[in-house]
């Protein structure tokens, strides 16, 4: 049975490549989950993540012709979604550094409540307060598993800033958490 | 260990960054002092929660009509390799030279594959769109060829005789598999492995004449055709 | 007597032919992780990341080229040679060094240059006709194509794409993720830690030897080349082995099994440790080869 569902979405990618939007816009369907979760969380805004994964998607379809494989197109995907948020904060001025959580985050969380548990609720929240640098290491280690020496790369820092950040991040989650 | 060094190492212990020496000095640490384990069990719950945040969240809206606006046309596949940039060298008259031997081994393959084209399409297991790819590459190397043999410079280069030497011999190892594919299909039709195969080589040979002609500087928008 | 040395010396320079090499030498400011692309046609290319916000070319051009082309437009910095049109364009050769901002991305075509990164951990993009080209990868991604000229890659990467005509493939203690792809030309993999591979080739031969993860995925297929997988330390996977008319060896026990009466070939599917890695190796006519490490 998995083995059926891989082989749709290489025939997905295929199409896709070729200039099929109908299949693109399968593939849209099939991630525009993860990535608007990833976003999401590396924003913690749901506008600018909406105006995003447009981009991340934009991106990919013109990216589409560079994917040669077929069992990695997810990866590729998130990293790309990941170096497409990186690459707009570089272009837009960066907000303040202490960011409380904004009216949206509320309106967000309530609206989402089936899917959390009170604890997740509670981290989604939380995360949204951290300043912009140790989130980011937090979502890319903690929630989506990334190594330092990938997360240095993506960031433009150094694998030692990348642990620092994560760090500073899970001492202040504890500290807004407890 | 002071508690303060305990602390500090706490993330790098829960990471398995710490040395076998100072993961058995933190074990032994973590047995005596009920705080610090208190710490840790906090952190290793960050952590889970951390993990069990759902992989995925719905846009509060369809995102897809904004995407699908955005789209380009892409009737043709290039290889993101190339931007398109108005001063390639491929445009150099030399860089040329060395490209078109190059373009009529594609011409001359290209003749060749025709004839038996419709036969591979009927004893494949998929209907694979090996037709309008080869259509594609066709109408684009007719177009990168009108221009690049109009300005072959007939002085030879080193480059384009051995490029056209190894692309001959590798599409005829290809072209081998292929027929060895097929005629193992004849003893043994029935054989999706064998099926399977047969279209990989295809998309490998497909794979090779496009990625010659992304060489060749073909898009749409090169300047180097006046007219579409 | 100083004045007559001093016009003597310019007298010289003035008649010494005029077919000496050109030398470059310029440096721009430039974004710390913008984009460089870099088009020349043959001779040398050396690329060298810094901690600088400059670009920094020198070397010297052939004869045949007129001047070198260095521009900054934003992020992006592009670097190309002058042809002057017309015929006998012999010595066209640009033999640079390149230093870029370490976080730079490039994207490199050439006829035949030789092709040497070190130190760039932005995503690399080279193409080439028969250039070799070197890496040694510093976190960034790869994808490197080229028809006859040899890869090899060292060092830490993300996602890597190879892909090759004639030249042959070869990735030394990598850590990252693989796929290489060659007509003829033969994949060694060695000394690498990597989460997933997937190699191909038609008539070269495959050979991969490195530690296997345990949610990792290792596809080799070469269709009458032989492959070989190596595995070391302990290994928890899922192995598929299949061939249509090749021969299948493994160290780890089991032997193949025919897979119909019709055809010669044989297949072997065996689990080791708890399974949970992929592997799948697949050949035409090319022997497979499983062996301990």
Same mark, same amino acid.
């Given at each position: 049975?998995?083995?059926?569902?891989?082989?749709?979405?290489?025939?997905?990618?295929?199409?896709?490549?070729? #200039?099929?939007?109908?299949?693109?816009?399968?593939? !849209? $369907? /099939?991630? *525009?989950?993860? +990535?608007?979760?990833?976003?999401?969380?590396?924003?913690?805004?749901?506008?600018?993540?909406?105006?995003?994964?447009?981009?991340?998607?934009?991106?990919?379809?013109?990216?589409?012709?560079s994917?040669r #494989?077929?069992?990695?197109?997810?990866?590729?995907? !998130? $990293? /790309?979604? *990941?170096?497409? +948020?990186?690459?707009?904060?570089?272009?837009?001025?960066?907000?303040?550094?202490?960011?409380?959580?904004?009216?949206?985050?509320?309106?967000?969380?309530?609206?989402?409540?089936?899917?959390?548990?009170?604890?997740?609720?509670?981290?989604?929240?939380?995360?949204?307060? /951290?300043?912009?640098?140790?989130?980011?290491?937090?979502?890319?280690?903690?929630?989506?598993?990334?190594?330092?020496?990938?997360?240095?790369?993506?960031?433009?820092?150094?694998?030692?800033?990348?642990?620092?950040?994560?760090?500073?991040?899970?001492?202040?989650?504890?500290?807004?958490?407890? | 260990?002071?508690?303060?060094?305990?602390?500090?190492?706490?993330?790098?212990?829960?990471?398995?960054?710490?040395?076998?020496?100072?993961?058995?000095?933190?074990?032994?640490?973590?047995?005596?002092?009920?705080?610090?384990?208190?710490?840790?069990?906090?952190?290793?719950?960050?952590?889970?929660?951390?993990?069990?945040?759902?992989?995925?969240?719905?846009?509060?809206?369809?995102?897809?009509?904004?995407?699908?606006?955005?789209?380009?046309?892409?009737?043709?596949?290039?290889g993101d390799f190339r931007?398109?940039?108005?001063?390639?060298f491929?445009?150099?008259?030399?860089?040329?030279?060395a490209?078109?031997?190059?373009?009529?081994?594609?011409?001359?393959?290209?003749?060749?594959?025709?004839?038996?084209?419709?036969?591979?399409?009927?004893?494949?297991?998929?209907?694979?769109?090996?037709?309008?790819?080869?259509?594609?590459?066709?109408?684009?190397?007719?177009?990168?060829?009108?221009?690049?043999?109009?300005?072959?410079?007939?002085?030879?280069?080193?480059a384009?005789?051995e490029a056209?030497?190894v692309l001959?011999?590798n599409?005829?190892?290809?072209?081998?598999?292929?027929?060895?594919?097929?005629?193992?299909?004849?003893?043994?039709?029935?054989?999706?492995?064998?099926?399977?195969?047969?279209?990989?080589?295809?998309?490998?040979?497909?794979d090779l004449?496009?990625t010659v002609?992304d060489l060749?500087?073909?898009?749409?928008?090169?300047?180097?055709?006046?007219?579409? | 007597?100083?004045?007559?040395?001093?016009?003597?010396?310019?007298?010289?320079?003035?008649?010494?032919?005029?077919?000496?090499?050109?030398?470059?030498?310029?440096?721009?400011?430039?974004?710390?992780?913008?984009t460089v692309s870099i088009d020349i046609l043959a001779g040398s290319i050396t690329v060298i990341g810094?901690?600088?916000?400059?670009?920094?070319?020198?070397g010297?051009?052939?004869?045949?080229?007129?001047?070198?082309?260095?521009?900054?437009?934003?992020?992006?910095?592009?670097i190309s040679?002058?042809?002057?049109?017309?015929?006998?364009?012999?010595?066209?050769d640009a033999d640079l060094e390149i230093h870029v901002?370490?976080?730079s991305s490039l994207e490199i075509q050439t006829v035949s240059a030789s092709i040497d990164i070190d130190k760039v951990s932005g995503d690399i993009e080279a193409q080439t006709v028969s250039g070799s080209v070197e890496l040694i990868g510093k976190g960034g991604s790869a994808e490197i194509a080229t028809v006859s000229g040899s890869i090899e890659l060292k060092g830490s990467l993300g996602s890597v794409e190879l892909a090759s005509v004639s030249g042959g493939i070869e990735v030394t203690g990598v850590?990252g993720v693989v796929e290489a792809a060659t007509t003829s030309g033969s994949i060694v993999i060695e000394?690498s830690?990597?989460?997933?591979?997937?190699l191909?080739s038609?008539?070269g031969?495959?050979?991969?030897?490195?530690?296997?993860?345990?949610?990792?995925?290792?596809?080799?297929?070469?269709?009458?080349?032989?492959?070989?997988?190596?595995?070391?330390?302990?290994?928890?996977?899922?192995?598929?082995?299949?061939?249509?008319?090749?021969?299948?060896?493994?160290?780890?026990?089991?032997?193949?099994?025919?897979?119909?009466?019709?055809?010669?070939?044989?297949?072997?599917?065996?689990?080791?440790?708890?399974?949970?890695?992929?592997?799948?190796?697949?050949?035409?006519?090319?022997?497979?080869?499983?062996?301990?490490?």
């Amino acid at each position: 049975m998995p083995e059926v569902a891989v082989r749709t979405e290489a025939t997905l990618i295929s199409s896709a490549q070729r #200039g099929d939007r109908g299949a693109f816009e399968q593939i !849209y $369907r /099939l991630h *525009v989950g993860r +990535v608007y979760a990833i976003c999401l969380r590396l924003e913690a805004d749901e506008r600018r993540a909406e105006e995003l994964t447009q981009d991340v998607f934009v991106r990919v379809w013109n990216k589409m012709g560079s994917f040669r #494989g077929k069992s990695q197109f997810s990866s590729w995907l !998130y $990293r /790309l979604a *990941v170096n497409v +948020v990186m690459e707009d904060r570089r272009t837009r001025v960066r907000r303040s550094r202490n960011e409380t959580p904004s009216e949206d985050a509320v309106t967000y969380a309530s609206g989402h409540v089936g899917r959390h548990t009170d604890a997740s609720l509670d981290l989604e929240l939380a995360l949204r307060t /951290l300043p912009s640098g140790a989130r980011d290491v937090f979502v890319l280690y903690d929630v989506e598993g990334y190594k330092h020496e990938e997360i240095a790369a993506m960031m433009g820092i150094t694998t030692g800033g990348s642990k620092a950040q994560l760090h500073r991040a899970r001492k202040l989650l504890r500290e807004v958490l407890k | 260990m002071k508690h303060d060094d305990v602390l500090n190492k706490l993330n790098e212990y829960l990471d398995g960054e710490l040395s076998p020496a100072e993961s058995a000095r933190m074990n032994a640490h973590l047995e005596a002092c009920p705080d610090c384990r208190a710490e840790l069990e906090a952190l290793r719950e960050l952590m889970r929660k951390a993990r069990d945040l759902p992989a995925s969240v719905q846009p509060g809206r369809d995102l897809w009509p904004g995407i699908a606006a955005r789209l380009e046309d892409r009737s043709v596949v290039t290889g993101d390799f190339r931007r398109k940039r108005t001063f390639s060298f491929w445009h150099n008259r030399s860089a040329l030279a060395a490209a078109a031997t190059v373009v009529l081994i594609i011409l001359s393959v290209l003749g060749s594959l025709r004839p038996w084209e419709q036969e591979v399409i009927s004893s494949a297991t998929e209907q694979i769109t090996v037709i309008s790819t080869f259509a594609h590459i066709d109408r684009a190397s007719d177009r990168v060829s009108r221009n690049i043999l109009t300005r072959f410079d007939r002085h030879g280069n080193v480059a384009a005789m051995e490029a056209n030497d190894v692309l001959t011999r590798n599409i005829g190892i290809i072209d081998g598999a292929i027929a060895d594919i097929r005629s193992a299909l004849q003893t043994d039709p029935t054989n999706t492995r064998l099926a399977q195969m047969l279209r990989s080589e295809y998309q490998r040979k497909m794979d090779l004449l496009r990625t010659v002609a992304d060489l060749l500087g073909d898009d749409t928008d090169t300047g180097m055709n006046p007219t579409t | 007597m100083k004045s007559t040395i001093i016009m003597l010396l310019c007298l010289t320079v003035m008649v010494l032919p005029a077919f000496a090499d050109k030398n470059v030498d310029e440096t721009k400011s430039a974004a710390s992780d913008g984009t460089v692309s870099i088009d020349i046609l043959a001779g040398s290319i050396t690329v060298i990341g810094w901690d600088k916000k400059e670009v920094k070319v020198t070397g010297t051009l052939g004869d045949d080229i007129e001047r070198l082309e260095f521009d900054v437009d934003g992020d992006d910095t592009e670097i190309s040679v002058k042809i002057p049109d017309g015929r006998g364009n012999r010595d066209v050769d640009a033999d640079l060094e390149i230093h870029v901002p370490q976080r730079s991305s490039l994207e490199i075509q050439t006829v035949s240059a030789s092709i040497d990164i070190d130190k760039v951990s932005g995503d690399i993009e080279a193409q080439t006709v028969s250039g070799s080209v070197e890496l040694i990868g510093k976190g960034g991604s790869a994808e490197i194509a080229t028809v006859s000229g040899s890869i090899e890659l060292k060092g830490s990467l993300g996602s890597v794409e190879l892909a090759s005509v004639s030249g042959g493939i070869e990735v030394t203690g990598v850590t990252g993720v693989v796929e290489a792809a060659t007509t003829s030309g033969s994949i060694v993999i060695e000394d690498s830690d990597l989460e997933q591979v997937e190699l191909e080739s038609v008539s070269g031969s495959v050979e991969y030897s490195g530690p296997i993860h345990d949610s990792g995925s290792y596809e080799l297929n070469s269709f009458s080349g032989t492959v070989k997988l190596t595995m070391s330390g302990s290994v928890n996977a899922s192995i598929d082995l299949e061939s249509f008319s090749g021969s299948i060896e493994n160290d780890f026990g089991k032997k193949p099994e025919r897979t119909s009466k019709m055809a010669p070939g044989s297949s072997l599917s065996f689990t080791l440790g708890n399974g949970s890695a992929d592997i799948s190796i697949e050949t035409f006519s090319g022997s497979i080869h499983l062996m301990k490490g």
